[in-house]
């Protein structure tokens, strides 16, 4: 029986050991917090971090592992390359890993190869960040390089914001590394997803729309909604795009966690891409939507297995994914459901009990639970998810 480690065992980490499990193989679950709910579907489970490169490499010899994992973390990828590269497992190029995982790096990497990207400065204090934005004279994004979940983000229009901005975004970066970039208006929808290589070559390019609760962050993604509403020719050019940055990183295999948009000129940006499979039941929604089951294919992948037949499918159904979360901070006494939607809910899990504490929703980690929502039609999909308030609202007190 082969053996696969998992870095990693949150929530949205239980898709990925659970789809090892379906296929047989020997799961072993790592990171440093042990009420993790995915550890309870691994065969085995350490308590070590899975930033801690040396000593997972040293688990991952002992245990004499077939291949390893970071689905859905950017802060684990590079620990899952570190190690594969060492024990000759399969795995894509840890320097690229690297540049993928790190803000500052990749955007680097994208004006070296002449890649449309946002003006862009490495920031060390308030006072450059200031000089930036008056430089510009619009609005600028203040961003932790290494942090995920949109943690540290904000959006600075004047100065009076950006020592808060800063002082954000220093609070989520581990690194202690923040950038600060141009503010650029999306024509329509933010776009998000997971494309997945096989042998270098993006064989599936799953799109969805990025959702945002405006009365709350509107910097913080709430959901994605399957399909995407984007034109074949803008589908085209980003696919192509992006592919011409996996063959530049000589990236090979597995999955790939897309952010992009198109600006108000019809100008691709690129704003990230994971090297790994998406958050948010992102792989959930497409398994739901389209069939393919892509937690099944990272795990093939990541022991070395053919996944030569994954090829793409046509959507059948309308699928979200949404990030339950309150919009003001308080005490957690139930979920409100209006307008029929409780009946479209095809998966509901909550991650707090009634009397638990809540924070408002101002980036990713004070998400407090997550649900899949299955629509008649792109149009009735569209118009809940840019209306959530109306549908869905966590009640505190």
């Given at each position: 029986?082969?053996?696969?480690?998992?870095?990693?065992?949150?929530?949205?980490?239980?898709?990925?050991?659970?789809?090892?499990?379906?296929?047989?193989?020997?799961?072993?679950?790592?990171?440093?917090?042990?009420?993790?709910?995915?550890?309870?579907?691994?065969?085995e489970y350490y308590n070590i971090s899975t930033l801690d490169k040396k000593a997972v490499l040293e688990l991952a010899r002992k245990l004499q592992i077939d291949g390893i994992m970071s689905y859905g973390?950017?802060?684990?990828?590079?620990?899952?390359?570190?190690?594969?590269?060492?024990?000759?497992?399969?795995?894509?190029?840890?320097?690229?890993?690297?540049?993928?995982?790190?803000?500052d790096r990749f955007r680097d990497f994208l004006k070296e190869n002449d890649f449309r990207v946002p003006k862009s400065m490495d920031i060390i204090d308030v006072k450059e960040a200031k000089d930036f934005l008056c430089e510009l004279g619009r609005p600028i994004m203040i961003k932790p390089v290494d942090a995920s979940g949109s943690k540290g983000v904000s959006k600075v229009i004047s100065i009076g914001e950006v020592e808060d901005a800063f002082r954000e975004a220093k609070s989520y970066s581990k690194c202690g590394n923040i950038i600060a970039e141009e503010f650029v208006q999306r024509s329509n929808y933010q776009i998000a997803g997971d494309a997945f290589l096989v042998d270098g070559e993006i064989r599936i390019f799953g799109l969805a729309n990025e959702h945002f609760d405006r009365l709350c962050n509107?910097?913080?993604?709430?959901?994605?909604?399957?399909?995407?509403?984007?034109?074949?020719?803008?589908t085209e050019i980003a696919r192509s795009e992006i592919q011409r940055v996996m063959s530049l990183l000589n990236m090979k295999q597995g999955a790939?966690?897309?952010?992009?948009?198109?600006?108000?000129?019809?100008?691709l940006f690129i704003l990230?891409?994971?090297?790994?499979?998406?958050?948010?039941?992102?792989?959930?929604?497409?398994?739901?939507?389209?069939?393919?089951?892509?937690?099944?294919?990272?795990v093939k992948a990541a022991v070395g297995e053919?996944?030569?037949?994954?090829?793409?499918k046509p959507y059948h159904n309308f699928i979200t994914?949404?990030?339950i979360h309150s919009q003001k901070s308080g005490n957690f006494t139930g979920l409100k459901y209006s307008n029929g939607i409780q009946s479209k809910i095809i998966r509901n899990d909550l991650f707090i009990s009634p009397g638990d504490h809540v924070e408002r929703f101002n980036n990713g980690g004070f998400g407090i639970g997550a649900m899949l929502i299955k629509f008649d039609s792109q149009e009735e999909m569209m118009q809940t998810m840019d209306h959530m308030e109306d549908f869905i609202t966590v009640c505190v007190e």
């Open positions: 029986m082969k053996k696969i480690m998992s870095l990693g065992g949150n929530y949205y980490q239980m898709t990925a050991v659970k789809a090892a499990k379906r296929l047989g193989y020997h799961v072993i679950d790592v990171d440093y917090l042990p009420d993790n709910p995915a550890h309870k579907y691994a065969d973390s950017d802060v684990s990828a590079p620990t899952a390359a570190y190690v594969a590269e060492i024990l000759g497992l399969p795995t894509n190029p840890l320097t690229s890993v690297e540049i993928l995982t790190r803000k509107p910097l913080v993604p709430i959901g994605e909604s399957f399909p995407a509403k984007i034109s074949t020719k803008k790939i966690n897309l952010d992009f948009m198109f600006d108000e000129n019809g100008e990230e891409l994971g090297p790994r499979n998406g958050g948010n039941l992102i792989t959930d929604a497409i398994k739901e939507a389209c069939g393919v089951d892509l937690g099944e294919y990272t053919n996944i030569s037949d994954l090829m793409e994914s949404y990030v």
